[in-house]
T-cell receptor
Framework: KAGVTQTPRYLIKTRGQQVTLSCSPI?????VSWYQQTPGQGLQFLFE???????NKGNFPGRFSGRQFSNSRSEMNVSTLELGDSALYLC??????????FGPGTRLTVL | KQEVTQIPAALSVPEGENLVLNCSFT??????LQWFRQDPGKGLTSLLL?????REQTSGRLNASLDKSSGRSTLYIAASQPGDSATYLC???????????FGKGTRLSVIA
């Protein structure tokens, strides 16, 4: 069974731009969660989608948004990028509330 | 608010040594606790998941214990190898459908 895939793996953007990251969960998994990882703050929860509905949301500004499609694939969008948005963005999928399986991440660099 | 702390932040040991990584959490009302491994620049690999009703879980050379009442978990690695070098993270899930709360990890180096 294929694991969680994330595209792109690396991304370089400049301040003020917007970016969209994609996550394809393991087949049969309906929950997708997004996390931001930085050296200073560690792993922080962004949001979780289950069956196309946002089920949980972390403490991030409205510039961070996401959605989930009927095939469970998910995208997250960051608008008006800031230098501090540079991070490894990880998504994780699960059947529902059980073990989460993580993808390899997207490394975003904002210049 | 749940807080997860991992001590030490970094650890260096010679190959073959047994070692213990520590994780503490402030709110004992947890649904489960999970240990992950992360290699540099990579995603997370789940190592062990302990349900709140369990005391420990074992997988190969790894053993994780959970003491909810004291808010502590340990990850025991037996006969460490250079390939065990990585960052180890613990994460807790509160009762109910809530997101994982992570510690900042322990960076382990096993020296050959």
């Amino acid at each position: 069974k294929a694991g969680v895939t994330q595209t792109p793996r690396y991304l370089i953007k400049t301040r003020g731009q917007q970016v969209t990251l994609s996550c394809s969960p393991i087949s049969g998994h309906r929950s997708v969660s997004w996390y931001q990882q930085t050296p200073g703050q560690g792993l922080q929860f962004l949001f979780e989608y289950f069956s196309e509905t946002q089920r949980n949301k972390g403490n991030f500004p409205g510039r961070f948004s996401g959605r989930q499609f009927s095939n469970s694939r998910s995208e997250m969008n960051v608008s008006t990028l800031e230098l501090g948005d540079s991070a490894l963005y990880l998504c994780a999928s699960s059947v529902d509330t059980d073990t989460q399986y993580f993808g390899p991440g997207t490394r975003l660099t904002v210049l | 608010k749940q807080e997860v702390t991992q001590i030490p932040a970094a650890l260096s040991v010679p190959e073959g040594e047994n070692l213990v990584l520590n994780c503490s959490f402030t709110d004992s009302a947890i649904y489960n606790l999970q240990w992950f491994r992360q290699d540099p620049g990579k995603g997370l690999t789940s190592l062990l998941l302990i349900q709140s009703s369990q005391r420990e879980q074992t997988s190969g050379r790894l053993n994780a214990s959970l003491d909810k009442s004291s808010g502590r978990s340990t990850l025991y690695i037996a006969a460490s190898q250079p390939g065990d070098s990585a960052t180890y993270l613990c994460a807790v899930e509160r009762v109910g459908n809530t997101p994982l709360v992570f510690g900042k990890g322990t960076r382990l180096s096993v020296i050959a």
